[in-house]
């Protein structure tokens, strides 16, 4: 572990029984969202390199022109 994660732990463990659960649901919620997130990401990753690689050729033909922010 890192020494970190191991003094949040020690300091944890301090507190009283509803802290201490509190805590965990929190690590616990935090885990499972990070998880859904790679999830998402990993299967987004094909379509998006194939949306830039499709950009790119536009590009290279001359097919975009450039983006004007005064026009956003």
């Known amino acids: 572990m ?3 994660f191991d003094r949040a732990i020690q300091k944890a463990r ?4 509803a ?3 509190m805590i965990a649901m929190i690590i616990l919620e935090e885990l499972e969202d990070n ?3 790679n999830k998402a990401f990993s299967k ?3 379509a ?3 949306l830039a690689a499709e950009a ?5 033909k001359g097919l975009t022109k450039e983006l004007d ?4």
């Open 2 to 4: 890192s020494d970190l």
């Open 14 to 17: 301090m507190l009283p029984e």
């Open 19 to 21: 802290e201490k659960n």
């Open 35 to 37: 998880a859904r997130w």
């Open 44 to 46: 987004s990753q094909d």
């Open 48 to 50: 998006l390199a194939k």
């Open 56 to 60: 790119m050729e536009e590009d290279r």
């Open 69 to 72: 922010p005064d026009l956003l």
